[in-house]
């Protein structure tokens, strides 16, 4: 609290000295002193940056944002820039979620891993120790190709609960799709069965209070996350729910990249077809899913549900092993940077390829030295991404790495049939990732994510099948080629790539 009121002074004082030098004719002292404050102030904030020891173009970008635009670029960085803000925003939540996660693993039982492989076992050994979460060998995967297939499943399992829903979504739209979820939650409620739902606050505007109040009206316990009180100046803006997790009577999951809303059905005149990949999930790969809302949601409401009945493990019975499933949350409550650490070490552990399909590709020193070297060893490296991006400063800025990834080998996709958002990696074949996080920053620094990592799973087959079907609908980008596009291209790339750090 004391460090937010230093902040607050700060922003007044900063306030008057740009005033007092710019609108008022005091005297060239007292203009010279309040330059004076004006700068004392900026330092002692460059030098609080300089102590959170993040990369040097992240810091080197808000020092620049500090010293040369006035006022604004202290408060843009205040509520937007510290890496370490949410060490204290969000320190209760932290601890909660490691308290938790701790008491988990200690009633855990060590499955039998001995059929691992070896990139796999490489992964598995790193996830163990990072992760907090198990590694399950009695649950099933299932891959949703896309909008119609994955919100066809959720509407059937949703009528089919008995016992309660939980939701949580970053995007959820008052549109056709959105109110046809609506109803059967509405109808599911008045049946007696309890719903809960998060929404993020800032992704969810188009949530009409209408809506809302319907479903409280029906029982349903509606809650939104991180509301926007205050607007850009509520310090935990920049840190977004980006989660998009069902849990159904506890047996049945769903997780990865589609929000709730028409376009996501490819129906958005605009943006045409939506690519995306979506998993249900069933047996104790579900129980850690569902551990991740009940956490977000006593952080929501207070409600304390992690001891109640309604946790329960649900394994999946089944004499033919298919693989192992493991669930993991990154974002302000875990520890720092964790699913850019998970992606850096699934590529570490590939022996023959590496494929990648995401909607932003922002990717930090770490990610692209890992490319670079598996491009270098021979290995195949893949990364598609949409033709056309949703973002100015996200398309060009994902292009500024095509040409240091072309000259070491990698393969480069520009996906042409819709809009690619779904966020896959696979390595091997064998190993996978699939969830909400997106390969940029705001993912593996600001954002709440959730996803589920595959050890060879026969659900891995269905993706690498995918994959291949959406290289069909991609033009890959030659080197020489890209390297002929023009100045003003380039130039974009290079301005919009100073942005990288808050993307």
């Known amino acids: 609290m004391l460090k937010r009121r230093i902040e607050f002074l700060f922003v007044i004082a900063l306030t008057v000295c740009l005033y007092m030098i710019v609108y008022t004719n005091v005297q060239p002292l007292w203009k010279l002193g309040f330059a004076l404050l004006y700068a004392g102030i900026i330092l002692v904030s460059v030098f609080s940056l300089m102590l959170e020891n993040r990369s040097a173009q992240h810091t080197l970008l808000w020092i620049y944002v500090l010293l040369f635009i006035p006022l604004l670029g202290y408060i843009f960085y205040l509520y937007s820039g510290q890496l370490l803000l949410k060490g204290y925003l969000f320190k209760t939540k932290r601890q909660l979620n490691r308290n938790q996660w701790e008491r988990m693993m200690r009633s855990e039982t060590t499955p039998d891993l001995t059929f691992l492989v070896d990139n796999q076992e490489n992964f598995a050994n790193f996830a163990g120790k990072v992760a907090m979460t198990p590694i399950s060998t009695a649950s099933r995967s299932v891959i949703l190709k896309n909008g119609k297939e994955t919100f066809g499943q959720i509407k059937d399992q949703l009528r089919g609960a008995k016992s309660f829903i939980h939701i949580e979504y970053y995007i959820f739209r008052s549109d056709r799709l959105g109110r046809e979820i609506i109803d059967i939650l509405i109808d599911k409620a008045e049946a007696g069965v309890e719903v809960r739902f998060i929404f993020d606050a800032a992704g969810s505007r188009s949530l009409v209070a209408a809506d809302l109040r319907a479903m409280k009206e029906a029982g349903i316990k509606a809650i939104p996350f991180s509301p926007l009180k205050f607007g850009f100046f509520n310090q935990k803006f920049n840190f977004r729910n980006h989660r998009k997790i069902i849990i159904i009577d506890g047996k049945i999951g769903f997780v990865g990249g589609l929000n709730v809303g028409v376009e996501y059905l490819g129906e958005d005149e605009e943006i045409g077809y939506w690519r995306d990949t979506h998993m249900m999930l069933e047996g104790e790969a579900v129980y850690t899913l569902h551990t991740i809302f009940l956490l977000d949601w006593e952080y929501v409401s207070g409600e304390k549900m992690l ?163 959406d290289i069909e609908h991609s033009e890959k980008i ?23 750090g808050v993307l």
């Open 307 to 469: 001891d109640t009945d309604l946790l329960k493990k649900h394994p999946i019975e089944d004499s033919v092993l298919d693989g192992a499933i493991q669930v993991v949350a990154s974002g302000p409550d875990t520890q720092q940077g964790i699913m850019g650490d998970f992606f850096y070490a699934m590529m570490a552990a590939a022996k023959h390829s590496i494929w990648i399909a995401t909607p932003y590709f922002v990717p930090d020193e770490s990610i692209r030295t890992a490319l670079r070297i598996a491009a270098t060893k021979g290995l195949e490296v893949r990364i598609m991404v949409p033709e056309i991006n949703d973002s100015f400063l996200t398309q060009y800025a994902t292009r500024s790495y095509f040409p240091e990834l072309l000259r070491y080998g990698a393969e480069i996709y520009s996906y042409q049939k819709g809009f690619l958002h779904q966020k896959v990696i696979i390595v091997d074949g064998n190993l996978a990732s699939i969830g909400t996080a997106n390969m940029d920053m705001r993912s593996f620094h600001l954002n709440f994510e959730v996803n589920v990592f595959l050890y060879g799973t026969s659900s891995i087959r269905d993706l690498v099948e995918h994959y291949e079907q």
């Open 478 to 500: 030659g080197a020489v080629d890209f390297y002929k596009r023009g100045l003003w291209n380039r130039t974009k790339e290079s301005f919009a790539r100073l942005f990288s």
